[in-house]
């Protein structure tokens, strides 16, 4: 049981219990400068003998683009002035992927992390803006490949959904060396949640767990990497070839991957979310995604190469302001994931008993995913998706520019001393 869904659980029949008596001299939340989460965290622990698993990322208070301010240009563009948008992943790729918009929905693994009914909401999402969808570490799923204008496939350390027939219909390869929240650690489904159609798609015998390793049992270097590229450029004959990372020795790994020649750069920051992982990597490990996207740019400029390999982050993106901030600062697309989930299920959070986690909706082991309505989530996310692309258009008609790819660091101010020195931005006030 997650932290999260702990907390559903006890909080009602024991927290306010325990906040009633009239004896207790501390609350539980204050003792010892413990907060609420560290607390629960122990009696979860406590409870049960195991680590202690947490979804949607890490709860730190990580610094973010909000210390960044865009300058209103003294002459806007003129209302209804077409902006653009596209995005080309892999310039130098036989078949680049072409996006007509900045942002993709990010990998969210059937089975090992939401339901199939949430994977085809969020194809059909996708199409509302014409972007492209993850097929996350479960591999390619073909329902969702049915509908999906552009498919992203991630090769993943178990082999899932990964045959060459399937990998042939990509639109992009992404490797999944590491993920923000997870730092590269394996993890396990235990085959008694597992059902009969998604054993089929893991090719499972009945009674077998599934089984994620910690690594590729043939990349074991950089030269490993370099011959698997190679390889999945033939097998696909030419579409980009991504490896994604977790935001850890950014230089030095930048630097294997544009040894292997890789077509895009996909890194995670440490606000990346997940299902489930342990609480200890994904708030103990990693690189805040502004922090690591400053050093990445910097390091693919020092290497000359930041104009030929596409730079997708991803990891704690709300919303256009933060990928606009983010674009200013370098970045080519992102993958948003969780506030298209929030968008998702939000109209449908009321068919939940009392008591129930929101997750129960969306997880593929969620209680009561027979209440999600695929249709009702695809519509609700799709708008989700078109508010970001037209405010995407009013920003940058505000900054007096028609393109994304003429942002700059100039169109931002710092708010602090601090974000200033991280990112270079100029200060929003002299120092006196």
């Known amino acids: 049981m997650s932290l999260v869904r702990y907390l559903y659980s006890r909080l009602a029949d024991v927290l306010l219990e325990k906040l009633g008596d009239m004896k207790m001299v501390k609350l539980p939340t204050f003792v010892d400068n413990y907060s609420f989460l560290k607390f629960m965290g122990i009696a979860e622990r406590a409870k049960n003998g195991k680590p202690l698993h947490e979804p949607l990322g890490s709860t730190l208070n990580f610094k973010d683009f909000q210390e960044l301010m865009f300058v209103p240009n003294l002459f806007p563009l003129l209302d209804g002035t077409p902006i653009d948008k596209k995005v080309i992943i892999g310039k130098n790729a036989k078949k680049p992927m072409e996006l007509p918009v900045p942002f993709m929905i990010a990998a969210m693994a059937y089975g090992a992390s939401v339901s199939k009914k949430v994977k085809l909401a969020m194809a059909h999402a996708s199409l509302a803006v014409g972007t492209a969808t993850n097929s996350g570490e479960s591999g390619f799923l073909q329902d969702e490949r049915d509908i999906a204008k552009l498919y992203v496939v991630q090769y993943n350390r178990a082999g899932w959904g990964n045959s060459p027939e399937e990998l042939k219909k990509a639109d992009m390869i992404e490797i999944k060396m590491g993920q923000g929240a997870s730092a590269g650690d394996g993890f396990k489904i235990n085959h008694e949640i597992i059902d009969e159609e998604f054993r089929r798609h893991l090719k499972l015998k009945k009674g077998e767990d599934a089984i994620m390793p910690a690594r590729f049992p043939d990349i074991n270097n950089e030269k490993d990497l370099k011959d698997k590229v190679d390889e999945l450029r033939e097998l696909t004959d030419g579409v980009p070839i991504a490896v994604k990372i977790a935001a850890g020795n950014i230089e030095e790994d930048i630097d294997k991957l544009l040894y292997a020649g890789v077509d895009a750069i996909v890194i995670d920051g440490a606000q990346g979310e997940t ?89 593929y082991d969620g209680k009561h995913t027979q209440l999600f309505d695929v249709k009702e989530a695809a519509d609700c996310a799709g708008n989700f998706l078109k508010a970001l692309a037209e405010e995407i258009d009013i920003a940058m008609r505000c900054l007096g520019k028609a393109s994304i790819h003429d942002l700059c660091k100039d169109d931002l101010v710092a708010l602090t001393q601090e974000m200033s020195q991280i990112t270079g931005v100029k200060l929003a006030y002299p120092i006196h």
């Open 275 to 363: 299902a489930g992982s342990p609480e200890i990597t994904i708030n103990n490990f990693g690189i805040p995604t502004l922090y690591a996207l400053v050093r990445a740019v910097e390091h693919l400029e020092k290497k000359g190469v930041k104009d030929d390999v596409s730079l997708i982050m991803t990891g704690g993106f709300r919303d256009a302001a933060d990928m606009l901030k983010a674009i200013a600062l370098g970045a080519d697309a992102f993958y948003i994931g969780y506030p298209v989930d929030i968008a998702a299920v939000f109209s449908q959070l009321n068919r939940l008993p009392p008591g129930s986690s929101p997750a129960d909706l969306y997880l």
